[in-house]
């Protein structure tokens, strides 16, 4: 079975620009969630997608948006970048509409970098 | 609101020494509870959870029992390895919230030989 995989690896921006990181969840799951790994902050909740809609949000800003798509893969938006969005975004997934005792999968991240 | 707190790191150990990473929680409810281990270069694995009061999670030699008299979630382990090295981290989550894990600061562990 092959795991959550994101793309790309790594990602290298300037302040201003926009960035696009993509997540593959297992085969079979349907939830999709984002987090942010940011050094000194932990880790935080960002955005939870199921059957392709936006289900919860975290303490982040309009600029960090999602979708999700029929295949249940998902991008992450973030727009107007700065420096404090440097961080590793991890992307888990869940068979189903998450009941909170399911375990979540995780994929190796997208470091995301800003110049 | 809900969270978590985790021993601060870093932890250095000698190899085939016992282990405890502790870890405590602040919620207005009954969470379910979760230690993540993050190797270096990957990304979050589940390593054991607890649903319910007294319940006891275990894998891979680490236990860590459910104690909501004292809302703790205390990671154990006999006797670490090398391999063991990394960064844990506590979480809890709501069966009404959808599985959204909140997250502990994370405790770096380094097992040395």
């Known amino acids: 079975e092959a795991g959550v995989t994101q793309s790309p690896t790594h990602l290298i921006k300037t302040r201003g620009q926009q960035a696009t990181l993509r997540c593959s969840p297992i085969?079979?799951?349907?939830?999709v969630y984002w987090y942010q790994q940011a050094l000194g902050l932990g880790l935080q909740f960002l955005l939870w997608y199921d059957e392709g809609e936006e289900r919860n949000r975290g303490n982040f800003p309009p600029r960090f948006s999602g979708r999700q798509f029929p295949n249940y893969s998902s991008e992450l938006n973030v727009n107007a970048l700065e420096l404090e969005d440097s961080a590793l975004y991890l992307c888990?997934?869940?068979?189903?509409?998450?009941?909170?005792?399911?375990?979540?999968?995780f994929g190796d991240g997208t470091r995301l970098s800003i110049l | 609101g809900d969270s978590v707190t985790q021993m601060e790191g870093p932890v250095t150990l000698s190899e085939e020494a016992f282990l405890t990473i502790n870890c405590t929680y602040t919620?207005?409810?009954?969470?379910?509870l979760f230690w993540y281990v993050q190797y270096p270069g990957e990304g979050l694995q589940l390593l054991l959870k607890a649903t319910k009061a007294d319940d006891k999670g275990s894998n891979k030699g680490f236990e860590a029992t459910y104690r909501k008299e004292t809302t703790s979630f205390h990671l154990e382990k006999g006797s670490v390895q090398v391999s063991d090295s990394a960064v844990y981290f506590c979480?809890?989550?709501?069966?009404?919230?959808?599985?959204?894990?909140?997250f502990g600061q994370g405790t770096e562990l380094s097992v040395k030989p």
């Open positions: 979480a809890l989550s709501f069966y009404n919230q959808g599985g959204k894990l909140i």
């Open positions: 888990a997934s869940t068979p189903s509409l998450g009941d909170g005792n399911q375990p979540q999968h």
């Open positions: 919620a207005t409810g009954y969470p379910s």
């Open positions: 085969s079979g799951h349907t939830s």
